[in-house]
């Protein structure tokens, strides 16, 4: 499996952007409460991937970032593009803040529509916390403002995040284990964990695989562990509170979310 790759980097980016898919309201009702709030969940959701591959195609930086953008609707009836960012470096980014601007006011311009600005910030930089944009020059300036998150504030709330009745939490903690833990032994067995506390939320089955797939993608077990990794799983078996998802299942639903 291509995330227990012991030579590759860790790629934190990709089950990022899968799981905002899968996961969006649970990504909003968890992380941006007001703006879920103000979001009519009957309505269908649409991600505009196409429309920002447009937008960022020439941008200076080549590196490839799990942003999404997402047409919802408002409950007052108002359509709303959300622009989401994933910050997923290991170390601050210097010009994120600009490159939020740039990608607001270049949507904002071609498709002549309102944008909100979300920026989720997963590395493990404490005082790392950009929040806005702003330039000034012989008496013009601007300020952009947009709203962020930072998954490191929930390190000293690991129960919360386990609790949690909102399967987002787990893929947080699966973050935090992915940038804070470098023992193998120690992520294997919080994984383990996060696997038993996925099986046993309120989701369609096919939804618990989907984020068993993600939790392993994030946290990224090196290849010498993954024998250790199927032994753990085996052993859940004998939980009879919980119903054990093979081994062959979620390498199928793996390779599906890759594709």
Known sequence: MSQYSKNAPEDH???????LEV???PFMDFLYPQISSLIDWQKPIEFLDKELQKITRKAKNSRRYADKLVK???LNGSEKWILIHIEVQGAAETNFAERMFIYYYRIRDRYQTPVISLAVLTDTQANFRPSYYSDSIAGCSIRFDFSTVKLLDWQDKTNELLQHTNPFGLLIAAQLTAKL??????RVDNLIGYYRLAAEKKLPREQIIQLVIFLEWIVALPEDLTPYYNQQLEHLEEDNKMTYISIIERQGIEQGVER
């Not at 980016?13 to 799981?19: H, L, M, N």
């Not at 833990?181 to 120690?186: A, C, L, R, S």
Request: aromatic share 22%; proline share 5%; charged share 30%.
């Open 13 to 19: 980016d990709s089950p990022w952007k899968s799981a």
């Open 23 to 25: 996961f969006f309201k």
């Open 72 to 74: 919802v609707h408002f």
């Open 181 to 186: 833990i470098k023992d193998g032994k120690t």
